[in-house]
């Protein structure tokens, strides 16, 4: 079993990486807004809330970590991402993770509760990641000690920065990938090898836009900072640097095109969407199906001409995952026989096919597979083999 979380900042293009983790069968979570953000944030907020208390201001834009490494973690910091994380950590999938920019706000403390957890540490020119406005730009509102100012660039560069401070005064986690958003873009298949060779499994290749590369250089915006410097040299982002002539090139080829659309991947409405027009083909009216998806494709919602049950079901709910592969089956046959004449899987139950390999033979074996694609795979079960 592997467990992934991703570190990086708002507009880092970790949107990228949580597609990418969803489209290889990784479960990340009941709930994800369109960047792959496991949601509602509330808990994880004030998580950092609790922790930005025990971090002290030394003026300059320069801060005293040590208590988050020497102390201990607040009992109230541990419940809150306990219940934040809840459907990750009890999930029972092969693969799974979640993506929030501000687990990096919580880093330090995340790492002594997960230490076994692979940590994806994303990176991108932080010229890009100041181009536009992000929640963790107002650190004041997550009670992180700073300076205040009403430049708001500035703002998000000292955003930027105690971001970019806290995760080097963390020590190193010993699952930890450094991975640069425009080495992914412009050399994904290398990236992908990598990241795999990480994680211990196969990624998906999704579309990405290269246009989203080197936005700064291209915007009447974009703004530098002295304190910039160490990480553009680090990466490669500075004037001549390996990543800076890649960048460069494309932005000689762009024809001016400023895009920050990341991902040409679809969103998860554009999956919805078209989810929701195969079942409607697949399903007639007022047919009763069966839709595996860990509650969290929401395309039940849109069928409301046909019965749909939730799997596993209690009267008419979810409730949660089948511990082993005899439950699975018993309960998908008691459904059955209450009237299902189809079963789908969804795209975020796809790891289903290789936890519950006793329950997915059953259906090979028996039912016809009428569907299989990126997005879904039904069985129809009026029919047997």
Same mark, same amino acid.
């Given at each position: 079993?592997?467990?992934?979380?991703?570190?990086?900042?708002?507009?880092? +293009?970790?949107?990228?990486?949580?597609?990418?983790?969803?489209?290889?069968?990784?479960?990340?979570?009941?709930?994800? =807004? $369109?960047?792959? /953000?496991?949601?509602?944030? /509330?808990?994880?907020?004030?998580?950092?809330?609790?922790?930005?208390?025990?971090?002290? %201001?030394?003026?300059?834009?320069? #801060?005293?970590?040590?208590?988050?490494?020497?102390?201990?973690?607040? *009992?109230?910091?541990?419940?809150?991402? !306990?219940s934040y994380l809840e459907s990750v950590l009890n999930s029972p999938a092969q693969h799974k993770g979640w993506k929030i920019p501000e687990t990096t706000?919580?880093?330090?403390?995340?790492?002594?509760?997960?230490?076994?957890?692979?940590?994806?540490?994303?990176?991108?020119?932080?010229?890009?990641?100041?181009?536009?406005?992000?929640?963790?730009?107002?650190?004041?509102?997550?009670?992180?000690?700073?300076? $205040?100012?009403?430049?708001?660039?500035?703002?998000?560069?000292?955003?930027?920065?105690?971001?970019?401070?806290?995760?080097?005064?963390?020590?190193? *986690?010993?699952?930890?990938?450094?991975?640069?958003? @425009?080495?992914?873009?412009?050399?994904?298949?290398?990236?992908?090898?990598?990241?795999? +060779?990480?994680?211990?499994?196969?990624?998906?290749?999704?579309?990405?836009?290269?246009?989203?590369?080197?936005? #700064?250089?291209?915007?009447?915006?974009? $703004?530098?900072?002295?304190?910039?410097?160490?990480?553009?040299?680090?990466?490669? %982002?500075?004037?001549? !640097?390996?990543?800076?002539?890649?960048? @460069? @090139?494309?932005?000689?080829?762009?024809?001016? /095109?400023?895009?920050?659309?990341?991902?040409?991947?679809?969103?998860?409405?554009?999956? &919805?969407?078209?989810?929701?027009?195969? &079942?409607?083909?697949?399903?007639?009216?007022? @047919?009763?199906?069966?839709?595996?998806?860990?509650?969290?494709?929401?395309?039940?919602?849109?069928?409301?001409?046909?019965?749909?049950?939730?799997? &596993?079901? $209690?009267?008419?709910?979810? #409730?949660? =995952?089948?511990?082993?592969?005899?439950?699975?089956?018993?309960?998908?046959?008691?459904?059955?026989?209450?009237?299902?004449?189809?079963?789908?899987?969804?795209? *975020?139950?796809? #790891?289903?096919? =290789?936890?519950?390999?006793?329950?997915?033979?059953?259906?090979?074996? =028996?039912?016809?597979?009428?569907?299989? /694609?990126?997005? &879904?795979?039904?069985?129809?079960?009026?029919?047997?083999?």
């Amino acid at each position: 079993m592997t467990t992934v979380t991703i570190v990086g900042r708002g507009h880092s +293009g970790t949107r990228v990486i949580s597609h990418t983790l969803s489209a290889s069968g990784v479960y990340m979570g009941a709930r994800l =807004n $369109r960047s792959g /953000d496991l949601v509602p944030p /509330d808990e994880m907020y004030e998580a950092c809330r609790i922790l930005s208390r025990q971090v002290r %201001y030394l003026g300059d834009m320069r #801060w005293d970590f040590r208590r988050l490494h020497e102390g201990g973690i607040d *009992p109230a910091f541990t419940r809150l991402i !306990g219940s934040y994380l809840e459907s990750v950590l009890n999930s029972p999938a092969q693969h799974k993770g979640w993506k929030i920019p501000e687990t990096t706000l919580v880093y330090p403390w995340i790492v002594r509760l997960f230490p076994d957890v692979h940590y994806i540490h994303w990176v991108r020119d932080p010229r890009d990641c100041i181009l536009g406005s992000h929640v963790t730009d107002d650190l004041a509102a997550f009670e992180v000690p700073c300076e $205040r100012t009403e430049d708001v660039h500035l703002q998000r560069a000292i955003s930027w920065k105690y971001q970019a401070d806290i995760v080097k005064a963390t020590p190193q *986690p010993k699952l930890f990938r450094t991975v640069l958003f @425009e080495w992914f873009v412009l050399d994904q298949e290398r990236a992908l090898a990598s990241l795999q +060779g990480f994680l211990g499994f196969p990624l998906a290749k999704i579309p990405v836009h290269p246009s989203a590369v080197g936005r #700064w250089k291209r915007s009447a915006f974009s $703004r530098e900072f002295p304190f910039f410097k160490d990480d553009l040299s680090k990466y490669g %982002y500075q004037r001549g !640097g390996g990543m800076d002539q890649m960048v @460069e @090139e494309v932005v000689a080829n762009s024809g001016g /095109d400023n895009s920050d659309t990341i991902c040409l991947a679809e969103t998860w409405e554009d999956r &919805l969407e078209r989810a929701t027009r195969e &079942l409607v083909k697949l399903i007639p009216e007022r @047919e009763t199906f069966i839709l595996v998806d860990n509650k969290q494709s929401g395309a039940e919602t849109h069928l409301a001409d046909r019965r749909c049950f939730p799997f &596993l079901e $209690r009267n008419g709910e979810y #409730w949660g =995952n089948p511990p082993d592969d005899s439950t699975a089956v018993q309960e998908f046959e008691r459904l059955r026989e209450a009237g299902a004449s189809f079963i789908v899987f969804a795209w *975020p139950s796809f #790891w289903w096919f =290789n936890h519950y390999c006793g329950f997915h033979q059953y259906l090979r074996w =028996n039912f016809p597979c009428v569907l299989e /694609d990126d997005l &879904l795979v039904a069985f129809e079960l009026r029919k047997t083999r």
